[in-house]
């Protein structure tokens, strides 16, 4: 279940973000904020798709 609500919160704050740049952009204003939350949508994935490629090949992290 937690792993559901990781990669929902992932797509919200990509959509979030897409939305804020694109009403930013028309209104002239600074869009920082909305790509600071793309930004870590996609740092988010990286490290959720990592670790599920970890978990599914069954590779161990430690020694």
Not at 30 to 55: D, E, H
Request: net charge positive; hydrophobic share 65%; with cysteine.
């Amino acid at each position: 279940m937690g792993l559901i609500i990781y990669w929902v919160i992932v797509v919200v704050l990509f959509i979030v973000g897409v939305v804020q740049v694109i009403i930013k952009s028309v209104k002239n204003e600074p869009v920082r904020s909305g790509l600071k939350l793309i930004i870590a949508s996609v740092i988010m994935l990286v490290i959720g798709a990592g670790a599920c490629a970890v978990i599914l090949s069954n590779l161990k992290m430690g020694h």
